[in-house]
Structures are given as structure tokens and as C-alpha cells.
């Protein structure tokens, strides 16, 4: 019996648990996550225990991985604050990348297409980025909403649209990372279940070679789109982070 595209997407528990009206039961999602962080920790850990000079295979990947974020940060931030949030920003990185990648696994559950759990990394970042620009500036940190130079009359048009602005970043952050992982799973789904139904058919043998082909270069692309959207995720954090200290 065919089934929903959509049903990839549903949470069910592993271990239910109920506290009053709530429910607090441990899912294939949270499930999902611990394995991510799991895998993180175990490569990195693993990839920096016997450091070479001539780093290995093993070594190789958590290098390029911490150099590549480690540009992203320091391309768009000051030297003291890259070596502050880069821990931070680093972790974000792994989180959505670890999520982007595990939902490409059979049988596994790609988070990162929940909106609750894109919108949770996204006020994250908001809130810890507006809090910081408090904490550093004072109350002068409102004039990122005033451009300098501005004309009087201009700001009652100007500040309200920055304003709108500045509080839209987590609904772009979070929809963007959302909206991606879960049309791209999506199609993977629909062009699967092409190949299974026409197996089924006349020449299913040959016309189901079509769909197979069409998918395995989809889930290329999903596998490119996965550390694309991770880097977006990043980069916008630095971008976040470095408007509310340098106050543009």
C-alpha cells in the first residue's frame, strides 16, 4: 500500500512518557538528535587522538571541517570576537549538518525539517545575538534601527521597516532550513515511489530504471544542499552576530 510523501515526517514515540497534559515522550527525532551529537563528539574526539603532522583520513575530515567554519567566522568577525563565538557557531554548524545528513539515511528522521526545531536554533540565535548587542552596547545598541545620517523625517518611515526587519531574521533563519530539508525529502520520496510502482508494471524492470537514476542524482543534490544549508545557517549567524556588534 503506497504512502504519504508526508509521512516521513511524522513523530512518533519511542518511549512514551506523560506528565499531566503533557507530553513528554522520548521520539525518533530526539532519538535522531542524540545521534547526531553522538557522532560529532566521536569524530572529533577520535580525529584529534593521535595527531599527526601528515594528518590521516580520520584526522583529515574534523580539520577541514573546523577550518571551514573557522574562515566563515573569521571572515566576518574581529579576531576577539571569532575566537568567542566560534565554539557557538561551530556547534550550529555540526547541529544542522549532522540533521541534514542522518535524514538521508533509510529508515531515519531528518529534524531539521520540523519548524519547531529550525525556530528553536533560530530565537537561539536571535535572542543570543540581540542580548549580546545589549550587554556590549547599552542602550546605544537601538540605534542599529536609526542609520546615521538619516533625515528626521525619513526615520517614521525607516525605523519601523528596520525594526520589522531586525525581528524577522529567525522567521527567515528557521523557514529557510525547514522549507528546504522538507521539499527536498519530499521529492526523494515521490521519485522512490515511482520506482516501486513501475516495477510493478510492463517493462517495470526497465521503465523503473528511470525514476531509480532520477533519484540517486537527487539525493546528490540533497547531500549538497544538506552542507549548503548548514553553511547558510552559519553564515547568517556571523552575519547576525557581527551587525549587532559593529552596530550597521
Not at 575566537?83 to 531539521?112: A, H, K, Q
Not at 544538506?226 to 547576525?240: R, S
Amino acid at each position: 500500500m503506497a504512502t504519504s510523501p508526508l509521512e516521513q515526517f511524522v513523530i512518533r514515540p519511542i518511549v512514551p512518557i506523560h506528565a499531566g497534559a503533557f507530553d513528554l515522550s522520548f521520539t525518533q527525532s530526539a532519538l535522531v538528535m542524540f545521534a547526531g551529537v553522538a557522532l560529532t563528539t566521536a569524530l572529533m574526539i577520535m580525529g584529534v587522538k593521535n595527531r599527526a603532522l601528515v594528518p590521516g583520513r580520520l584526522q583529515n575530515l574534523p580539520e577541514m571541517l573546523y577550518e571551514f567554519v573557522a574562515g566563515i567566522v573569521h571572515d566576518n568577525l574581529h579576531d576577539d570576537d571569532a575566537r568567542r563565538f566560534f565554539p557557538f557557531v561551530f556547534s550550529l554548524f555540526m547541529l544542522v549538518l549532522m540533521g541534514n545528513l542522518l535524514g538521508l539515511v533509510p529508515y531515519s528522521f531528518t529534524y531539521t525539517s520540523h519548524i519547531i526545531v529550525t525556530a528553536a536554533l533560530a530565537l537561539f540565535v536571535f535572542f543570543l545575538s540581540t542580548g549580546y548587542g545589549i550587554y556590549r552596547h547599552g542602550l546605544h545598541f537601538f540605534s542599529i534601527f536609526l542609520p546615521p545620517g538619516l533625515p528626521l523625517i525619513m526615520a517614521l518611515l525607516i525605523v519601523p521597516i528596520e525594526i520589522i526587519s531586525y525581528l524577522s531574521r529567525p522567521l527567515s533563519l528557521s523557514v529557510r532550513l525547514f522549507a528546504n530539508m522538507t521539499a527536498g525529502h519530499t521529492m526523494l520520496k515521490v521519485f522512490a515511489g515511482f520506482s516501486v510502482s513501475l516495477i510493478a508494471v510492463s517493462f517495470g524492470a526497465v521503465l523503473g530504471f528511470l525514476p531509480v537514476v532520477v533519484n540517486m542524482a537527487l539525493l546528490g543534490l540533497e547531500t549538497m544542499i544538506a552542507f549548503i544549508q548548514a553553511y547558510v545557517f552559519a553564515i547568517l549567524t556571523c552575519i547576525y552576530l557581527k551587525s549587532v556588534i559593529e552596530l550597521h
